[in-house]
C-alpha cells in the first residue's frame, strides 16, 4: 500500500489524540487545582464517567459494523466528531467553581459524551486498519502510521496550551478556549481526509459456516480463542499505562519538584514514542509482534523500577526516564492492535472485536482513576510534597502489573505465534 494512503488512513489519529492526553492528564488536576473540586470527588467523577465509557464499547463496534455494511458509516462519523468538538470545549468551563453538584453533573456529562463520541471515532478507525493488508507485515505498517499520527497529536496537546498561555499572556481558560478551536477545526480536515483519500472500508463478507453437504449451520465462537488470549496480557499492560499516566502530573510537580518542565517532560516522553515506532515495527518483522512487545515491556520495568528512586531536584534524570519509558510506549502502541488484527479469523468484522478490546483498556483507565481517593486516604495531599504512596502508586504497581502482562505474554501468547509462523 501507498504512502499517501496510509497517511491518509492515519491522519484521523491526530486529532483524537489531542483530546486523549488533556482528558486523561490533565482535567483531574484541571478540576482539583483551578475549579476547587475535592480531590476524591474529583476521582470518583472520573472513576464513573470512565466505567460508563467502559460499557459502551462492544456496542459501539457492533454498531460500527452495521453502519459500515449499510453505507452509513461516514454520516455517523462527522456526527460523532461535532459531538466530539462540542463536549470537549465545554469540559475546560463549567458553570460556576467549587465541588458543587452543578459542577460535578457537568464535568460527569461532558466527560461521558466526549468518551462516547471518542470511542465511536476511534473503534471505526482500529477496525479500518486491521482489514488493510492481507498480513501481519503491511498491518503493522498502516497502525505505525496511525500511532505515529497519534503520537504527534500527543506532543501538540503536551505542549501548545503551556506556549498558547506563556507567549500570548493568556490566561489557562483562554488558552484552552483556542486549543479546543483549534483542535476542532484539525478533526474536521482529518476526517474529511480520511473519508475521502483513504482506502475505502473493507468489509468482508462471512464465509458460509456449514461443512459440504451439511444443510444445518454450525455457529462460530464468539471471540476465537487466540483473541480470548490477548485480553489479560493486554489489560494488565493497560492499567499499568493508565496508572502512571494519571499520576505523572503529580509526581512531576511533588516528586521531582520541577512543574515548569512539565511539557518538556511530556514531549520527550511522546516523541520519544514516535522515534521507537520504526524500530518495533522492524523487529516485530524480525521477531514477531508479542516476542516483541514482551521485551518493550521489560524495557518499560526496569526504567520505572529507576524512577521510583528519584526525587526533588532529579530533573534531568526524570527526562531520561521519560524518553526510556517513551520509547517502550511506542511498542504498546503499534504492536497489541497488529495482535489482535493477526488473531481474527477471515471473515470475521473486526469492529466488534475492537470494541471489546478498547473496553478492556478504558476499563484500566478508569480503574486508575480510583488512585486519587486511594493516595487521598493514605495521607498524600497534591502540593504538599510526594511521598511513599505516590511514589508506589506511580512507578512500583505499574512495573507490578507489567510483570503480570509479561508473564501472560510469554507462557500463553508466545508460543501460540511461533507456531503460527
Request: glycine fraction near 10%.
Amino acid at each position: 500500500m501507498k504512502r499517501h494512503a496510509l497517511a491518509a488512513y492515519g491522519i484521523l489519529a491526530l486529532p483524537l489524540a489531542m483530546v486523549a492526553l488533556p482528558v486523561y492528564m490533565q482535567v483531574p488536576s484541571w478540576y482539583v487545582e483551578r475549579i476547587g473540586m475535592a480531590l476524591p470527588v474529583t476521582g470518583y467523577v472520573l472513576f464513573g464517567a470512565r466505567i460508563l465509557d467502559t460499557g459502551q464499547d462492544p456496542w459501539l463496534g457492533r454498531l460500527v459494523d452495521r453502519l459500515a455494511a449499510r453505507g452509513r458509516l461516514g454520516a455517523a462519523l462527522w456526527v460523532a466528531a461535532t459531538m466530539l468538538a462540542g463536549a470537549f470545549a465545554g469540559l475546560w468551563f463549567p458553570p460556576q467553581a467549587g465541588a458543587g453538584w452543578p459542577v460535578v453533573a457537568w464535568l460527569a456529562a461532558m466527560l461521558a459524551l466526549t468518551y462516547g463520541a471518542h470511542s465511536f471515532l476511534n473503534i471505526a478507525l482500529l477496525a479500518w486498519g486491521a482489514r488493510l493488508a492481507p498480513d501481519s507485515s503491511g498491518r503493522t505498517r498502516a497502525a505505525a502510521w496511525r500511532e505515529s499520527a497519534g503520537l504527534a497529536g500527543v506532543v501538540i496537546a503536551s505542549l501548545l496550551p503551556a506556549w498558547l498561555a506563556r507567549s500570548s499572556g493568556w490566561t489557562p481558560g483562554t488558552a484552552m478556549a483556542v486549543y479546543a478551536l483549534g483542535f476542532a477545526a484539525l478533526l474536521a480536515g482529518a476526517l474529511a481526509v480520511l473519508l475521502l483519500r483513504a482506502p475505502a472500508w473493507p468489509h468482508v463478507a462471512p464465509p458460509d459456516p456449514r461443512p459440504p453437504g451439511q444443510v444445518v449451520p454450525q455457529p462460530r465462537a464468539r471471540h476465537p480463542a487466540a483473541v480470548r488470549r490477548l485480553w489479560l496480557p493486554y489489560a494488565a499492560n493497560a492499567l499499568a499505562v493508565a496508572l502512571a499516566a494519571t499520576l505523572a502530573l503529580f509526581f512531576i510537580r511533588d516528586r521531582i519538584a520541577r512543574p515548569e518542565w512539565t511539557g518538556a517532560f511530556l514531549a520527550a516522553y511522546f516523541l520519544a514514542g514516535a522515534a521507537g515506532m520504526p524500530l518495533w515495527t522492524r523487529l516485530a518483522g524480525r521477531y514477531g509482534p508479542a516476542r516483541t512487545w514482551a521485551g518493550a515491556m521489560v524495557m518499560a520495568v526496569c526504567t520505572f523500577l529507576w524512577a521510583a528512586g528519584l526525587g526533588p531536584g532529579d530533573a534531568v534524570a526524570y527526562a531520561v526516564v521519560c524518553v526510556l519509558s517513551g520509547l517502550a510506549l511506542g511498542a504498546d502502541l503499534v504492536l497489541p492492535p497488529v495482535l489482535l488484527a493477526n488473531a481474527l479469523g477471515p471473515g470475521r468484522d473486526p469492529a466488534a472485536e475492537y470494541g471489546i478490546w478498547t473496553l478492556l483498556g478504558k476499563l484500566a483507565t478508569a480503574l486508575s482513576a480510583l488512585a486519587l481517593p486511594l493516595l487521598a486516604a493514605l495521607g498524600y495531599h497534591p502540593g504538599a510534597g510526594g511521598g511513599r504512596a505516590l511514589v508506589l502508586a506511580y512507578a512500583v504497581l505499574p512495573c507490578l502489573l507489567k510483570l503480570a502482562a509479561l508473564a501472560l505474554l510469554v507462557f500463553h501468547v508466545i508460543p501460540k505465534e511461533e507456531q503460527a509462523r
